[in-house]
């Protein structure tokens, strides 16, 4: 699992260094100060940029350290999608020892702010400033050449890295800052005070530019540019390969193309300082196009890389069925290296342990354990979201008792995922294979390989509320992130971390599924949605809708289908950093993230009192102004020429 060999005390370095040039970056210049800039002293008494590209092994350290400036995705305080929207809440205000930042979860609650806003990366935000990051590229791609023990081959790949890097930088920020300067070389240090007043470019001007870079990148083959995959696996896993840039490029685009930023009418007064509109206010239905093909080149690409839907093979753990089906969902993302991963983020070293912890409650009441939080906890809204056993939605299947679903019932053994003779209410019975994957609750069991455990959390019980910190607010376990290798003891914790999915095979497929129903080809986009509810031990939509919907036609149409696929799409990539950001290109933030969180009574000790449904909080999503990060008011004061998102 390895990623790369980053030189520690360079890194440290860097982050000092940069630390002081922050209000330099603050308006993108990109100035190469001079030579012996940030590269001063170490690694190994390199002192100049020049010394840094003087052979290849120093060149490659600065390859390196441009993945150190990716974001930690799998850190659940280091991601906003995370705990910065809807799909885990928390007990609030939380002790210094519950967080590393509580930047996500104040804008769950509405705080952001312009004058110091969270989660800032335009700034800097756990050490990294994506800014740094790009003018950090384009020293590489400007140094390259003074390296004359290169291969070609390798110069070639290197090159496709550093470009694909640059644009992925630029991604990050325009999804979340929205129309955004263009950093494509860096400033000369001569350049005058006026040519460091950058502009914010118009959407699709951004767009273009980072699709662009990003086809620059996976041009040319295994030997002229990007690998397909990773051959040396145990030095490599991570970088980047033709498969994996081919992947975001498909994800950029469909966000391009979606209502955010397709004939979004909302920011027609959000100008330039130069009065340029940054936002195109008129529809482009061939955006669509452009993104199917996008995802199907992507698609193309991982096939003949080898890639597959994943699909759970227990070796010597004898499992049933229902658990199998269980671990083909849970595994798709808690397996290292998959035969479903496209591109596994390894930064930090252990990408995925703070997430495990943070989601794994007491499973063994033998062996209370503080490591294990279960504190990072989906809301009642999750637990609606995902269908019945017969795949369609809980409000539409006509044999389903939505009606009743807040009433006591007892389990029985034929109740897979949960325990026998238990009282749970009606909407955890007779669900689809995923919400008992992806969630647990009072009743419910959860597989691990070294054994099934309960979970009981009704006050006094050992996975409920028995203190003031470390616990499920809603009563609901995220089960889906926590690998099936966990261990602990009362004195002894073994995590075994997991590259977090940037991308995998799901997301793809339900990508272009998307952009196939928004372009026309409806039909066409089924057998891609078929295929992840297949491995999900569902019938096909047009199987479960015309057998068990309220509206059997609904997959006929393109409003239809949409709907589907933007539900399927909540469930298959529940819990991975996909919904915050899908409800904010769709549209449909202001409605859903306004809706109430509701939790479980988690104070109560008796089936009756536990089950009844607690208003948690009331947050608020304002339009235009939540959809994109402010930026910061200083950054204003030292560049005019940037202007303020809208609203803020």
Not at 96 to 108: G, L, R
Not at 292 to 301: H, L, P, Y
């Amino acid at each position: 699992m390895k990623l790369l060999n980053i030189h520690t005390r360079f890194l440290n370095f860097l982050s000092r260094k940069y630390a002081g040039l922050a209000m330099l970056f603050l308006v993108m210049v990109g100035i190469s100060s001079c030579k012996k800039s940030y590269l001063d002293v170490v690694p190994d008494n390199v002192a100049t940029i020049d010394n840094a590209f003087a052979n290849r092994n120093e060149a490659e350290k600065y390859l390196f350290t441009l993945y150190a400036y990716l974001p930690q995705d799998g850190q659940p305080d280091k991601n906003p999608a995370f705990s910065g929207g809807d799909e885990a809440w928390t007990y609030w205000p939380m002790n210094a020892e519950d967080y590393t930042y509580n930047d996500p979860y104040n804008i769950a609650r509405g705080n952001q702010n312009r004058a110091n806003p969270y989660m800032n990366y335009w700034d800097g935000y756990d050490g990294k400033s994506l800014w740094q990051g790009i003018r950090a590229c384009n020293i590489f791609l400007e140094n390259l050449n003074n390296v004359t023990d290169l291969q070609p081959y390798l110069k070639a790949r290197w090159i496709g890295e550093a470009k694909f890097l640059k644009a992925y930088f630029h991604w990050y920020l325009f999804r979340m800052y929205g129309p955004i300067p263009i950093v494509d070389k860096n400033l000369p240090i001569t350049a005058t005070p006026e040519q460091l007043k950058v502009y914010r470019q118009p959407v699709d001007t951004v767009v273009n530019y980072i699709a662009r870079l990003i086809d620059d990148a996976a041009a040319g083959d295994a030997n002229t540019g990007l690998p397909a995959t990773i051959t040396s696996t145990s030095t490599e896993l991570g970088r980047i390969t033709k498969v994996a840039a081919l992947a975001i490029k498909a994800r950029v685009l469909v966000t391009a193309a979606s209502p955010l930023f397709n004939g979004n009418t909302d920011f027609a007064g959000l100008k330039s300082n130069g009065g340029k509109l940054l936002f195109n206010p008129t529809y482009d239905a061939t955006k669509w196009t452009r993104a199917a093909a996008a995802c199907k080149a992507a698609i193309d690409a991982s096939t003949a890389a080898g890639l597959k839907i994943y699909y759970f093979n227990p070796g010597i753990v004898v499992v049933n069925d229902a658990t199998k089906l269980e671990m083909n969902i849970r595994n798709a993302v808690c397996e290292k290296w998959n035969s479903e991963l496209i591109w596994g983020l390894t930064s930090g070293g252990n990408p995925t342990g703070a997430l495990q912890q943070r989601a794994c409650p007491q499973l063994d009441p033998n062996n209370i354990n503080l490591n294990m939080m279960g504190k990072m906890a989906p809301p009642m809204k999750m637990a609606e979201l995902f269908y019945t056993k017969n795949g369609v939605p809980i409000e539409e299947d006509k044999t389903w008792d939505y009606a009743n679903r807040f009433k006591l019932r007892t389990t029985t053994a034929q109740d897979a995922g949960m325990q026998n003779g238990y009282q749970t209410v009606g909407l955890h019975f007779d669900r689809e294979a995923r919400f008992y994957a992806d969630m647990a609750f009072d009743g419910s069991t959860w597989f691990m390989k070294n054994g099934t455990f309960n979970i009981q959390s009704e006050s006094g019980q050992y996975t409920g509320k028995k203190q003031s910190r470390l616990y499920s607010i809603t009563g609901y376990f995220t089960k889906k992130v926590v690998n099936w290798n966990l261990v602990y003891t009362s004195t002894n914790t073994t995590v075994e971390s997991y590259p977090w999915p940037e991308m995998r095979l799901s997301d793809l497929y339900l990508l272009y599924a998307e952009s196939l129903n928004e372009s026309g080809n409806s039909a066409a986009a089924l057998p891609y949605i078929n295929q992840i509810r297949a491995r999900a031990g569902l019938n096909s939509v047009e199987s479960s809708w015309t057998n068990f919907s309220t509206n059997p036609t609904k997959y006929t149409t393109v409003e239809g289908l949409r709907d589907i696929i933007r539900q399927e799409r909540g469930i298959e990539m529940a819990f991975e950093g996909s919904r915050f950001w899908d409800l904010r290109r769709w549209k449909t933030a202001p409605q859903t993230l306004s809706a109430p969180i509701y939790g479980w009574d988690i104070l109560q000790s008796t089936p009756a009192d536990y089950n009844r449904k607690v208003l948690l909080y009331n947050p608020q999503f304002v339009a235009p102004r939540d959809y994109f990060w402010p930026v910061k008011e200083y950054n204003l004061q030292v560049n005019p020429n940037l202007v303020q998102n809208s609203g803020w």
